[in-house]
DNA sequence: GGACTCTTGGTTTTT
DNA sequence: CCAAGAGTCC
């Protein structure tokens, strides 16, 4: 993915000896900045090279955008138009396709992102009769799709339930599969699970995909998961001509079900493999991989390997302190601005932070201060309500069956068919076991409907007929005509939002520019593309602006100056890490990824109060920030940023009922402190049970404690 | 039926 | 703090 560019264009021993390895299982162990996406489009193309037809080489990588980039990088060197390059979700969208009736399935299927997941599990939880605060939709869903990566189906984990939470939750999941299976739909981890299963009851449909794609190329490989590795290891099972890549200590999608002793048992599951270890680094300097090397070797569970510099050394790394997170993000801003004075691009600089919630102070402070960036992922533009929309007209014209996609746009705009019509209809398919859309088409039927409401359901499915004569071929036609014939077009230019004609018309653009890149173009494929696209695809980083993203979203990615924003306590590692040495590791791992995606500066921060959830709370620097082996400078230049804060003292000042309980300090009081010795208090700040006290001690820190937690002794 | 306000509950990361 | 759902009024 990144542009990372070895001295003299030649390839060393280990990548040369990855690059022209020929038959049989291949690992590559690549640390960071280590040229590994180079060593694999060179082996693309010296596969090529050697005879192999392009169209019998496969290569898998972690997102559209690593797949773009690895193509074009992989067209340049000649020779690979027909190689199949794509992730793994992709990869199975086609499977499925080609073989829905093996996989007994409707090839015409909708894929269901969050949202649409969301509203089928509410179904689910609704239908079991569960009350949704103590089986709360998010927690299922991610519970199913645990599951689901694991390839275990609700028959199988109904059979292994004893008790009553995973009783329920089988039958949550059997209900919430029923309803996708109803629809016609497939979520994501279907996508998946669907194609895993075929494999393995289709030996000869292996066998096909092994002839088709005699060359399996995985990028990532200590991130897939249950099903990946499954579904890799069926498409190999002839050949084993598999090669795969990754770096075990930037595995951060734990939680998403990736298992890395996928990686790390590669050389038990195939025998005879090859391995490569690539240790070299071409991207950082020596000070920020001699930093990342610090902080990784304190994780337990891992194979130990070396970041070997190759560049020559460079500027110390800045850790700073500031007071709250509004000045962390002014002061980023700052620098942002001395940066460009010494010359640097804004490009070539990017801010990671662990929650996306975090972009928007920096945000801000960048609106302030002229501060061009882009933000990879913000909202996604495939979620935003205009789209779903028009993409739900699109849907059911190819599927029929999507209930969700009808329940969206049969209103919208309102045509006067409300929440108690749609009940009934919904009750009369239920009854008649027929689909959402054979109900709307039998309207006449359904008595208890008043003539009113007959009618103006007939006027809708007359237009959706009307609109299905328009299906087949080019889908920029289709998209224009349906936007405006269904009134959406309308509805939208009387909306308060004044971005969505305009979102709408980059869906309609974008469709035409599928139709012009797409051999055979058509909406069914045109929606499962767009199914599996996110907004991490759409950054440009050739835009003359700073680059905002979350630190998962900075994987594969490079830039010459990096900041690493809330390293606190809570924030990096996440407060839902805290308790579990595994996922503590992981948080670790990602501090990793961010630190390594480095080439030249490296800043990195944390803000001594920040504003969580309303709370403007005192934080305590990251544990991972004293690992690193720096010492830590305050910032002494607060009153250069030019900003109130919200919330100053004299508000706490003023706090109505100092607690009785609580003792209270005086400036000047000498205390001594367990941990940090004797000290005195330069500032009180009176909230009752929650109040601070700030305390400058004698071995010379300043520290701003909770007193409730401090358990401090006042000496006289 | 639809627009509006109010309340409640939930809060990591993403294909 | 924010979004979604329930409740209220026209």
């Known amino acids: 993915m990144e542009p990372t560019q070895h001295p003299n264009d030649k390839l060393t021993p280990s990548q040369k000896k990855a690059v022209l390895h020929k038959d049989g299982p291949l690992l590559v162990i690549a640390g960071p900045g280590s040229g590994k996406t180079r060593v694999i489009t060179s082996r693309i193309a010296a596969l ?33 138009a027909g190689t199949h390059i794509s992730t793994f979700h992709s990869l199975c969208v086609r499977i499925l ?77 059997q209900h919430y599969q029923n309803i996708l299976t109803e629809n016609n739909a497939l979520d994501f981890d279907d996508l998946l699970m669907k194609t895993a299963y075929l494999l393995e009851d289709n030996p000869d449909i292996c066998q096909q995909l092994g002839d088709r794609y005699k060359f399996l190329l995985i990028d990532e490989y200590q991130d897939t998961n249950h099903a990946q590795y499954k579904i890799a290891k069926s498409i190999a099972s002839t050949h084993n001509n598999i090669c795969v890549t990754g770096d075990p200590d930037q595995s951060i999608y734990r939680w998403r079900g990736a ?51 190759t560049r020559p050394p460079g500027e110390d790394i800045a850790v700073e302190a500031f007071e709250d997170e509004k000045y962390e993000a002014l002061a980023v801003a700052d620098q942002i601005k001395n940066l460009e004075d010494k010359g640097a691009k804004l490009k070539d600089i990017a801010v990671f932070y662990r929650v996306n919630s975090a972009s928007r102070v920096i945000e801000e402070a960048f609106v302030k201060n002229k501060v061009q960036y882009q933000i990879v992922r913000g909202v996604e533009f495939y979620s935003r ?35 108690t019509t749609i009940n009934k209809i ?29 009618a103006k359901i007939a006027v809708f499915v007359n237009m959706i007929e009307q ?82 993203m979350t630190l998962h979203a900075a994987k594969g990615l490079e830039f010459e100056n990096v900041f690493i924003v809330g390293l606190e306590e809570g924030m990096l590692p996440h407060e839902r890490a805290a308790d579990n040495e595994d996922e503590l590791e992981e948080e670790r791992r990602l501090f990793f990824v961010g630190i390594t995606r480095a080439k030249t500066r490296l800043f990195i921060s944390y803000a001594k109060y920040r504003t969580i959830r309303g709370q403007f709370q005192r934080t305590s620097a990251s544990p991972f920030l004293y690992e690193l082996g720096i010492s830590l ?83 006289e």
């Open 467 to 548: 609109f299905k004569k328009d299906v087949g071929g080019n889908v920029g036609p289709i998209a224009e005509k349906i936007f405006t014939e269904s009134g959406l077009e309308n509805f939208l230019s009387t909306s308060k939002d004044q971005n969505a004609l305009e979102n709408v018309d980059e869906l309609i653009n974008a469709a035409h520019e599928y139709d012009k890149q797409t051999e055979q173009p058509s909406l069914l494929d045109y929606l499962q593309q767009i199914s599996l696209f996110s907004d991490t695809d759409t950054y440009d980083k050739t835009k003359g602006a700073v680059s905002l």
């Open 97 to 173: 396709r080609q073989y829905a009736n093996f996989a007994k399935i409707n090839p015409n299927f909708s894929i269901y992102d969050s949202a649409e997941q969301s509203q089928c599990i509410k179904q689910a939880i609704k239908t079991c009769e569960l009350d949704t605060t103590n089986f709360s939709p998010a927690r299922m869903l991610e519970a199913v799709s645990t599951l689901k990566n694991k390839l275990i189906t609700p028959e199988d984990f109904e059979k292994n339930s004893d008790d009553f939470f995973s009783n329920t939750l089988a039958k949550i999941y």
């Open 259 to 309: 298992d890395i002793r996928n990686i790390l048992a590669f050389e038990t599951d195939y025998p005879n493999a090859t391995v490569v270890k690539l240790e070299e680094n071409f991207r950082s300097t020596p000070n920020i991989l001699k930093t990342a090397d610090k902080l990784i070797a304190k994780n337990q569970n891992r194979k130990i390997k070396s970041l070997i510099p």
């Open 633 to 715: 400078t305050e910032s002494t230049e607060e009153n250069d940023y030019e900003y109130e804060r919200s919330h100053d003292d004299t508000e706490f000042d003023h706090y109505d009922h100092p607690s009785p309980q609580t003792p209270q300090f005086a400036i000047g009081q000498l205390v001594r402190h367990k941990k940090f010795g004797l000290g005195r208090v330069i500032k009180f700040v009176d909230m009752g049970p929650d109040s601070l006290v700030e305390i400058k001690f004698n071995a010379g820190q300043t520290k701003t404690l909770m007193l409730k937690y401090a358990k401090l002794e006042k000496i």
């Open 426 to 454: 919904a009750a009369y398919a239920d009854s008649k076991n027929v689909t959402f859309y054979d109900a709307l088409k039998n309207v006449d039927k359904i008595d208890s409907l008043s003539k009113a409401p007959k």
């Open 385 to 419: 309500k205009e789209i779903r929309d028009l993409l739900g007209y699109l849907k059911i014209l190819v599927n029929p069956q999507d209930e969700v996609a009808f329940l969206r746009i049969i209103n919208t705009p309102t045509r006067g068919i409300g929440k």
């Open 48 to 80: 090529i090279d050697s005879g192999v037809n392009p169209r019998n080489i496969c290569a898998i990588t972690f997102t559209n955008k690593a797949a773009d980039e690895m193509r074009q990088r992989a067209f340049a060197l000649g020779k690979a």
